[in-house]
């Protein structure tokens, strides 16, 4: 089959087209025929070779999520799956490829007239998107900041948010145009990256960081009374070590700062929430912002453009 493989780590041109075997499902495991395949945010953080502590080798297979249908099923795999249109995460890696496995516990059913693309623009930013707004706490009425708003993980914080609130959501972004449609979905205050804008709130009950980076801690001292900063997505790279000071040094403020990943949410409990938004999506109560749908060939040029910060939403990759 093709696939794209990480040949050498750092700028997208490492990114090439290869010819290898088809992947074969071990038990527990299903085969899915790719109809999409998303293009994530950490596959660049990976291809960049940042991301620390995985000890990912040249040769791999980027992307983690895809869609289509079930060709085959490992021992223990219920046959009744094969011919069904699935989204699924490959776990890191093994996505950009005409097939890809994934365990059956990773893998959700397609409702009918939700397409492949939408699938894997919603199927792991949604929940990430949920969780990590439960994660923080927030409830309504509390004032928000989504930093690094203009992703896929943003996008949806937005929308879940904005379902019902009444304080401000505010987010970050890098361009009117972007904030214009950051409003479209559900935002109320724009700011610029480092926070500032019109109307901006001076401090947030919540805020959640996709970006991290060596600003993360101007970030921490907009949190309220009680405030919690909860970081999913390091984008600009990792904090400064001493980001802890800040919290110590205004401890008569109560403030929280926290991690949030989908991998500590038990998987029962992440599929029904997907399968929720599946539905919503079909409903028109979610909305997928695909920035663009390219050829699994040109993944690297995938990747230039989300590196020259022109995406807005997600890629989708097609086989
Ligand atoms: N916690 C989890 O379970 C989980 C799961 C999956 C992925 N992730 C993480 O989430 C991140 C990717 O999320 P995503 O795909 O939604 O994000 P993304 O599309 O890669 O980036 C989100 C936005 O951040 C802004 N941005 C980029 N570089 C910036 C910089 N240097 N300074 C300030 N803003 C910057 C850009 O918007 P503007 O240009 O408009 O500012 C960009 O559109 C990765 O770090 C990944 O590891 C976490």
Do not use: C
Not at 28 to 50: H, K, M, S, W, Y
Not at 100 to 129: F, H, K, N, Y
Not at 173 to 196: K, M
């Amino acid at each position: 089959m093709r696939a794209i493989s990480i040949q050498r780590f750092g700028d997208p041109r490492g990114l090439a087209v290869v010819d290898v075997p088809s992947p074969v499902p071990a038990p527990g495991q299903l085969l899915v025929a790719t109809e999409a395949i998303g293009v994530g945010g950490v596959d660049a953080v990976i291809r960049r070779g940042t991301l620390g502590g995985y000890g990912f080798r040249a040769g791999i297979i980027p992307g983690s999520e895809v869609a289509g249908h079930v060709t085959a099923v490992g021992d223990g795999v219920d046959p009744a799956w094969t011919g069904r249109r699935v989204w699924a995460f490959t776990g890191v890696g093994g996505a950009y490829a005409e097939q890809a496995v994934a365990r059956v516990e990773d893998v959700t059913a397609l409702p009918e007239g939700l397409s492949p693309t939408d699938a894997v623009t919603l199927g792991s930013s949604g929940p990430v998107a949920h969780f990590a707004l439960a994660h923080a706490h927030f409830t309504e009425g509390e004032s928000l900041l989504v930093r690094g708003a203009a992703g896929s993980i943003g996008i949806m914080a937005v929308q879940l948010a904005a379902a019902g609130a009444a304080a401000p959501i505010a987010v970050t972004t890098s361009s009117p145009v972007r904030g214009d449609r950051l409003r479209a979905l559900g935002a109320t205050r724009v700011l610029d990256r480092a926070g500032e804008g019109p109307g901006s709130p001076a401090e947030f009950d919540v805020i959640l960081d996709i970006v991290g980076g060596p600003d993360l801690p101007s970030f921490v001292d907009r949190l309220a009374d009680n405030g919690r900063l909860v970081s999913v997505g390091v984008v600009a790279g990792f904090p400064p070590d001493d980001l802890g000071a800040k919290l110590i040094t205004s401890f008569r403020r109560s403030r929280s700062f926290a991690t949030f990943s989908l991998d500590t949410v038990p998987e029962p409990t992440r599929n029904s929430v997907r399968e929720a938004q599946f539905a919503a999506a079909v409903r028109g109560d979610l909305v997928s912002v695909v920035h663009e749908t390219l050829p699994l060939v040109e993944a690297a040029e995938a990747h230039r453009k989300m590196d020259a910060g022109e995406v807005f939403g997600r890629i989708v990759l097609t086989p």
